[in-house]
């Protein structure tokens, strides 16, 4: 919501949240955008073939795919996803992303 006459903005301008982290050759990129004590929302993008290892983390994460597709491994169960699909990681469950193609991701990781 852009500010009125004489108000002072309280918030960033609307971006377009695709743009807002590149691809590079054969890398992981990540950008992140909100940090707290209660969560974060970072940016990634992947390269195709390039991902992250299995892992596990200690709370809830929503994947919200903008751009391209990945497989992602959530406790054993491969998914396909592709862009404008999301995905919740479960908090304790291990879980795996692989590129197919170039591919962007938000992450939002709740904490409480």
């Known amino acids: 919501m852009?500010?009125?006459k004489g108000e002072s903005q309280?918030?960033?301008p609307a971006s377009k949240i695709a743009g807002m982290v590149?691809?590079?050759q054969g890398s992981v990129?990540?950008?992140e955008i909100i940090r707290?004590?209660?969560?974060?929302?970072?940016?990634f993008a992947f390269d195709k073939g390039q991902g992250l290892s299995e892992h596990t983390a200690s709370f809830d994460a929503l994947v919200l795919?903008?751009?391209?597709?990945?497989?992602i491994t959530v406790d054993g169960k491969l998914c396909r996803?592709?862009?404008?699909?999301m995905l919740v990681l479960p908090a304790k469950k291990p879980?795996?992303?692989k590129a197919t193609g170039r591919f962007k991701m938000l992450l939002v990781m709740v904490k409480s």
Not at 36 to 43: E, H, Y
Not at 65 to 71: F, I, M, Q, R, S
Request: aromatic residues 6%.
């Open 2 to 4: 852009a500010a009125g």
């Open 65 to 71: 795919v903008l751009d391209g597709k990945a497989e």
């Open 81 to 85: 996803v592709g862009k404008g699909e």
């Open 22 to 24: 590149g691809y590079q």
């Open 10 to 12: 309280k918030y960033a």
């Open 36 to 43: 707290k004590k209660t969560g974060t929302v970072t940016l």
């Open 95 to 97: 879980h795996a992303l």
């Open 29 to 31: 990129v990540s950008r």
